[in-house]
């Protein structure tokens, strides 16, 4: 409690299993609200799968030897990952911890804030497996899924999960109020969406929006692994998307931890 | 009773950037009592309990609950103590029988006797048949009695109650104080924040009234009463030759002007009131007993906080 702000950032949290208590309070309210939670998940990739994959998809060459349809199928299930985290540990947990005071409720307990943190993050993160795994039945429905190494993507939307999780709660702890997420929703959620390789690939953009997909956008690299997987086609270079995404989502993990109690440890 | 020191405070300071909010206070809080902490918005009295029940650090001094150290011992403290905050911080997304639920799993309590608990609890406050309600249908009183069942489920040995009543009818005022008095029969230690002087005077053994982060005056409600503004107090109509004529007949009197009313204090004993009325007959003279808002408003002054 007493360290000086540049070390503070990065202090390892200590957690312990009561990091679960504060999963299993999420989860059981997704459970009392979960025929409305399971529903965008599965539509909206049946109308980007109609739309883009058989719309679009009709005026498109085939991309690395795969039509359309097949080439954005894995992206639906990475921009899933993204969407489902992010907006869970942006809104979802600003308006616990603002509006219904929901930790400061908790850390009353034997639980502490850190531990608080985390489980709001490994939450995030199994939204991004629960929703993601639901694009993933609907491109299977379609026929999408060609190898069976597509059986890893819930390992992958649990670690991207964590990540986007960890980024957005950065978000979290320094927005004054709801409005501000605004701000990362459209300079970093909108623009990875778009440009991470999803429906195109990067090679098609300037070098230096590639160099700045690769080094900066998690989505990239989540995409990068995610087709590999569906289609079956491992490269070497996935190597680098893999460890860019387990190097990574440590890093704001903590630091994440360490805002949020910068904003609400006094 | 009065032997077990249970909370101990030592040059307990907290300050927020150039804010100090409590300001180098000492106090002891024994095993079994009731203890108030009083004062106007903002001298201190939430910073206070919140570093008791271990959710602000410290910025100096020592605070031991049960003789362990607020800063090191925060999961064993949190585990012994139950609290009942001023805002509500239900969860709105469950029903009355699920936020106890869920708040048992926080301490480890086992579901079989998370259950237990939490139907024995909503018979405690009467939520019984309000057991499968959604919380936003509650009442402010139900949910303020539910914070209160909330606030037991670890079965705590100290209860911390930060202004138990605010905003509610007398009817579940008074329930919410047969509660705590309960609670107490039973052996359990109640800390208290509270803005009313009459919901101090019921319930507290002693109290400490703060001020600007510090403590001015602390005791048993009685003597404080005793002590600083005696045992009855005079109300009279305003009147110009009132404010001459009091002192010439009432040698010790304290006057103090409330709008169009004249206070008169005195330090001798039930009686002299009485006894001036028959000689000098003051307009609308109303004789009352002296009480804890008399003593609060004399110490911290009339003016508005905020």
Known sequence: ?266 | MESEVLIEAENLTKKFGDLVAVNNINFDIFKGECFGFLGPNGAGKTTTIKMIHCVLPLTSGKLTVAGMDVTEKGREIKEMIGVAPQEDNLDPDFTVFHNLMVYARYFDIPKAEAERRTEELLRFVRLEEKRDVIIEHLSAGMKRRLILARALINEPQILILDEPTTGLDPQARHLIWDKIRGLRKQGVTVVLTTHYMDEAAQLCDRLIIMDYGKIIEEGKPSTLIKKHVGEEVLEVAYDEEVTQLLPKTLQDARVEVVSDRIHVFTTKPKGVFAKMLKEVPFKEAMIRDANLEDVFLKLTGRRLRE
């Open chain 1, 1 to 266: 409690m007493k360290q000086s702000d540049a070390t503070s950032s990065f202090q390892l949290p200590k957690l312990s299993y009561r990091v679960w208590k504060v999963w299993m309070r999420d989860r059981d309210v997704f459970m009392k609200t979960y025929k409305t939670n399971f529903l965008p998940p599965l539509l909206e990739p049946i109308l980007y799968l109609l739309a883009l994959g058989f719309g679009l998809g009709g005026f498109v060459q085939t991309i690395d030897g795969e039509p359309y349809i097949q080439f954005i199928a894995p992206a639906l299930v990475s921009i899933a990952i993204m969407f489902s985290s992010f907006y869970e540990c942006t809104y979802g947990s600003f308006v616990r911890m603002y509006y219904q005071k929901t930790f400061d409720a908790i850390i009353a307990t034997p639980v502490s804030l850190e531990e608080v943190i985390a489980g709001e993050l490994l939450w995030g993160a199994t939204k991004s497996l629960v929703n993601s795994s639901i694009v993933l039945g609907v491109i299977a429905a379609f026929g999408l899924i060609p190898s069976p190494l597509f059986l890893l993507v819930p390992l992958v939307s649990f670690i991207a999960g964590l990540l986007f999780s960890s980024v957005a709660m950065c978000f979290t702890a320094i927005s004054p109020n709801m409005d501000s997420f605004n701000y990362p929703s459209f300079l970093f959620i909108t623009p990875m969406f778009l440009i991470s390789g999803t429906f195109f690939p990067i090679t098609a953009l300037p070098q230096t929006i590639q160099v700045i997909s690769k080094i900066f956008f998690p989505l990239t690299h989540t995409v990068a692994v995610n087709r590999a997987l569906v289609l079956g086609k491992l490269e070497l270079n996935l190597l680098f998307n893999l460890v860019w995404l387990l190097a990574v989502t440590p890093v704001f993990f903590v630091l994440s931890i360490n805002l949020m109690k910068k904003r609400l440890i006094k």
